[in-house]
């Protein structure tokens, strides 16, 4: 079967390869412009403030608007595992999460191992299905610890999504389309300056998957019908010549979403939920002096969440659809930062201050509460940093060295219902340094290091949790541990780059390393589980990315790329009770992207395959609960857009293009195929 997948890989990639080539024989469009690569490209994630990414020492990839319309999904998820070659998990009813650098993928709970920013302000969202990407001007990824700027969750990595700012001549879209499982949408977006002071942007987009997926065997999935809709709301504002404010709004709604369970149950324990997230936030920039930027943020987010089930229990009996739970999560933060810069160096000084709130509610059949599986709970986390970038050299080499002090507060709140635990608060602090150096030769080849701690506190329900379900006539009991400590790390990492603009080649090897101490893992014993710090972990691995487009060195008024990114993890295992290792479940040994790029300003099409390696998990279908080793797979995306009369455009979107029958969690496999059109009018 894999054979007969790859033999199609191979002829999908020729074919479109051959149809590429023989655009090449005719004339270019009217206006072409001739395509060259950028290594100035300026990213914010790495030190809070704007450097130029080949000055970085530390490891950060770009997915840009041109990428993000050129690949299928327009979930967060889709976009990091396709462009990325980042872990992540998802599963059927907008439920999604990812992991970097060998850490499990995450999708639910307000503590992870890897932090999502939306433009440097946590996004407020433990579901990362209901992030998208409409209006996203660029997502910058970066790849290690970054505790010692954004504090806990940041361990593995941070992903920070840049949104769009018009701020010339008024400018906007439409867009209508038709695809596979009946499904259709509509967006639009429009911005620009309104007048000398105030520009804005607005978007919305709307999605109704009317019919169910078909797998790659051609059979229904049942249950996996959804609609969303959302919308982005930005006004900025000139505030003299050396001050900017801006205020955005986001709101994101999830109808009916269809939720059908482990395939192994097969219909019977299926249901429905409805999602909501809102978010505002306004930032405040200016020079205070001619050396120094002062910055201040503040957002506020709200995440609500409603679960209905189809079922009584196991086994199923017919009765009416009933609401089992719903949960409301909070985040409220402020953010002061000052820039201030002394010849061509740079110190960041900052201070952050967040705090979230979580309830959550459990239903019985008849509508009357019961306890929910976790107390609810508080988090409050205030913390200052300082960030030093230094330029020697005459620039050729970057020393970035800096940390940051938190402080927190967890705690747990009495809940009602739940009185089989005592609420309490752990206060606990902790330092976060990180350095790097990065050496820029002028051949365009770099070297860079960094070095860096991380840490991440236990959840409320680690702390205090308690929770029993039944299993095989069996009670299991899951209680929380109040002795915890936060998990850390230490992660190192060295690479070795190219890329210089007249080449149209650009490559990059990075090795990493981390060791894990106070890991927080699960442990069984007889019918109980808890939690407990864990000797220690230890993961490594090579992040690897090439690109060339070999229309720059030709001098050609179009673009032809190919491209190839992964992440083949060495090692990732976890230390057991026993002094044993084990290997950490739910991380693939490798994933890699690779592909083919087209761009000529009137067509484009960008020809992705996506292969994931082998991963552990376990299989809680099977008495006992075994370890088994899940397959290997590769997946084909195919996207073309063919623009004409100036305004128009067509886009032809293809998922899955060989209909690969595959899964990346147990008992929740992926679409087949799916072929959506849609047409496009700018403005």
């Given at each position: 079967m894999e054979e007969i997948m790859f033999k199609g890989l191979h002829k999908s990639a020729i074919a479109l390869a051959m149809a590429i080539c023989c655009l090449y024989c005719l004339p270019g469009p009217a206006g072409a412009q001739e395509k060259t690569?950028?290594?100035?490209?300026?990213?914010?994630?790495?030190?809070?403030?704007?450097?130029?990414?080949?000055?970085?020492?530390?490891?950060?990839?770009?997915?840009?608007?041109?990428?993000?319309?050129?690949?299928?999904?327009?979930?967060?998820?889709?976009?990091?595992?396709?462009?990325?070659?980042?872990?992540?998990?998802?599963?059927?009813?907008?439920?999604?999460?990812?992991?970097?650098?060998?850490?499990?993928?995450?999708?639910?709970g307000i503590t992870k191992h890897s932090l999502i920013l939306i433009d440097g302000m946590p996004a407020g969202a433990t579901n990362l299905a209901t992030v998208l990407t409409d209006?996203?001007?660029?997502?910058?990824?970066?790849?290690?610890?970054?505790?010692?700027?954004?504090?806990?969750?940041?361990?593995?990595?941070?992903?920070?999504?840049?949104?769009?700012?018009?701020?010339g001549k008024l400018n906007g879209n439409v867009e209508l389309g038709y695809g596979s499982f009946d499904t259709n949408f509509q967006k639009g977006a429009i911005g620009g300056r309104i007048n000398d002071i105030f520009d804005f942007d607005l978007s919305g987009e709307r999605y109704d998957q009317q019919d169910d997926f078909k797998m790659g065997n051609g059979s229904k999935r049942a249950n996996t019908k959804y609609k969303t809709q959302n919308a982005n709301i930005r006004l900025g504002a000139d505030l003299g010549d050396l001050w900017r404010m801006d205020l955005k709004t986001n709101i994101y709604q999830g109808r009916d979403i269809e939720t059908p369970g482990d395939i192994f149950n097969e219909d019977l324990k299926s249901g429905h939920k409805d999602i909501d997230h809102y978010g505002l936030d306004m930032n405040v920039s200016g020079q205070i002096a001619e050396n120094m930027q002062l910055e201040l943020a503040a957002y506020r987010t709200q995440e609500l969440s409603e679960s209905y089930n189809n079922y009584a229990g196991w086994p199923a009996a017919t009765v009416p659809t009933f609401r089992?739970?719903?949960?409301?999560?909070?985040?409220?933060?402020?953010?002061?930062?000052?820039?201030?810069?002394?010849?061509?160096?740079?110190?960041?000084?900052?201070?952050?201050?967040?705090?979230?709130?979580?309830?959550?509610?459990?239903?019985?059949?008849?509508?009357?509460?019961k306890a929910p599986y976790s107390p609810d709970e508080t988090r409050k986390?205030?913390?200052?940093?300082?960030?030093?970038?230094?330029?020697?050299?005459?620039?050729?080499m970057t020393i970035t060295a800096g940390g940051r002090y938190d402080t927190f507060d967890v705690g747990t709140k009495p809940t009602p219902y739940k009185t089989?635990?005592?609420?309490?608060?752990?206060?606990?602090s902790t330092f976060s340094p990180r350095a790097g150096a990065n050496y820029l030769f002028d051949s365009g080849a770099r070297i860079h290091t960094t070095i860096g701690k991380a840490f991440v506190p236990p959840t409320a329900a680690q702390l205090a949790g308690y929770s029993t379900r039944v299993v095989g006539g069996v009670t299991m009991v899951t209680t929380g541990n109040p002795n915890l400590d936060p998990e850390s790390s230490v992660t190192w990492d060295m690479g070795i780059g190219y890329a210089k603009p007249k080449t149209g080649f650009s490559a990059d090897v990075t090795y990493f390393h981390t060791d894990v101490d106070d890991k927080i893992t699960s442990e069984t014993t007889g019918n109980t589980t808890t939690y407990k710090n864990s000797l220690s972990a230890e993961i490594s691995g090579l992040e690897y990315m090439a690109s060339y487009d070999i229309g720059v060195p030709l001098k050609w008024d179009r673009s032809l790329s190919f491209f190839i990114n992964g992440t083949r993890i060495f090692s990732a295992e976890e230390q057991q009770t026993t002094g044993l290792m084990k290997d950490i479940h739910n991380?693939?040994?490798?994933?890699?992207?690779?592909?083919?790029?087209?761009?000529?300003?009137?067509?484009?099409?960008?020809?992705?395959?996506?292969?994931?390696?082998?991963?552990?998990?376990?299989?809680?279908?099977?008495?006992?609960?075994?370890?088994?080793?899940?397959?290997?797979?590769?997946?084909?995306?195919?996207?073309?857009?063919?623009?004409?009369?100036?305004?128009?455009?067509?886009?032809?979107?293809i998922d899955n293009l060989l209909d690969h029958d595959y899964y990346e969690k147990k008992g929740y496999p992926k679409p087949g195929r799916g072929i959506f059109l849609s047409y496009r009018y700018t403005f």
């Amino acid at each position: 079967m894999e054979e007969i997948m790859f033999k199609g890989l191979h002829k999908s990639a020729i074919a479109l390869a051959m149809a590429i080539c023989c655009l090449y024989c005719l004339p270019g469009p009217a206006g072409a412009q001739e395509k060259t690569a950028t290594l100035d490209e300026m990213v914010v994630t790495g030190t809070r403030s704007e450097e130029k990414i080949k000055n970085l020492p530390v490891k950060i990839e770009t997915i840009d608007s041109k990428q993000i319309e050129l690949t299928t999904g327009n979930t967060l998820t889709e976009q990091l595992k396709k462009n990325a070659s980042i872990g992540v998990i998802e599963y059927p009813g907008a439920l999604a999460g990812i992991g970097i650098r060998g850490f499990r993928p995450e999708f639910s709970g307000i503590t992870k191992h890897s932090l999502i920013l939306i433009d440097g302000m946590p996004a407020g969202a433990t579901n990362l299905a209901t992030v998208l990407t409409d209006n996203i001007e660029r997502i910058e990824v970066l790849k290690g610890p970054a505790s010692s700027l954004y504090g806990g969750e940041a361990m593995g990595g941070v992903v920070n999504l840049i949104t769009k700012k018009s701020t010339g001549k008024l400018n906007g879209n439409v867009e209508l389309g038709y695809g596979s499982f009946d499904t259709n949408f509509q967006k639009g977006a429009i911005g620009g300056r309104i007048n000398d002071i105030f520009d804005f942007d607005l978007s919305g987009e709307r999605y109704d998957q009317q019919d169910d997926f078909k797998m790659g065997n051609g059979s229904k999935r049942a249950n996996t019908k959804y609609k969303t809709q959302n919308a982005n709301i930005r006004l900025g504002a000139d505030l003299g010549d050396l001050w900017r404010m801006d205020l955005k709004t986001n709101i994101y709604q999830g109808r009916d979403i269809e939720t059908p369970g482990d395939i192994f149950n097969e219909d019977l324990k299926s249901g429905h939920k409805d999602i909501d997230h809102y978010g505002l936030d306004m930032n405040v920039s200016g020079q205070i002096a001619e050396n120094m930027q002062l910055e201040l943020a503040a957002y506020r987010t709200q995440e609500l969440s409603e679960s209905y089930n189809n079922y009584a229990g196991w086994p199923a009996a017919t009765v009416p659809t009933f609401r089992s739970y719903d949960s409301e999560i909070n985040w409220t933060g402020f953010q002061i930062k000052d820039i201030m810069t002394w010849k061509q160096h740079k110190f960041i000084l900052g201070a952050d201050y967040q705090y979230i709130d979580k309830e959550s509610r459990s239903y019985n059949q008849d509508g009357t509460r019961k306890a929910p599986y976790s107390p609810d709970e508080t988090r409050k986390n205030k913390a200052g940093y300082l960030e030093t970038v230094w330029k020697l050299m005459d620039s050729r080499m970057t020393i970035t060295a800096g940390g940051r002090y938190d402080t927190f507060d967890v705690g747990t709140k009495p809940t009602p219902y739940k009185t089989d635990f005592t609420p309490r608060t752990e206060s606990f602090s902790t330092f976060s340094p990180r350095a790097g150096a990065n050496y820029l030769f002028d051949s365009g080849a770099r070297i860079h290091t960094t070095i860096g701690k991380a840490f991440v506190p236990p959840t409320a329900a680690q702390l205090a949790g308690y929770s029993t379900r039944v299993v095989g006539g069996v009670t299991m009991v899951t209680t929380g541990n109040p002795n915890l400590d936060p998990e850390s790390s230490v992660t190192w990492d060295m690479g070795i780059g190219y890329a210089k603009p007249k080449t149209g080649f650009s490559a990059d090897v990075t090795y990493f390393h981390t060791d894990v101490d106070d890991k927080i893992t699960s442990e069984t014993t007889g019918n109980t589980t808890t939690y407990k710090n864990s000797l220690s972990a230890e993961i490594s691995g090579l992040e690897y990315m090439a690109s060339y487009d070999i229309g720059v060195p030709l001098k050609w008024d179009r673009s032809l790329s190919f491209f190839i990114n992964g992440t083949r993890i060495f090692s990732a295992e976890e230390q057991q009770t026993t002094g044993l290792m084990k290997d950490i479940h739910n991380v693939s040994k490798h994933v890699v992207n690779y592909g083919i790029r087209y761009d000529d300003g009137m067509f484009d099409a960008k020809l992705t395959c996506r292969s994931q390696g082998k991963m552990k998990d376990t299989d809680w279908n099977t008495a006992g609960y075994p370890e088994i080793e899940y397959p290997g797979f590769t997946v084909v995306d195919l996207v073309t857009g063919m623009s004409f009369m100036k305004h128009h455009k067509l886009i032809l979107k293809i998922d899955n293009l060989l209909d690969h029958d595959y899964y990346e969690k147990k008992g929740y496999p992926k679409p087949g195929r799916g072929i959506f059109l849609s047409y496009r009018y700018t403005f």
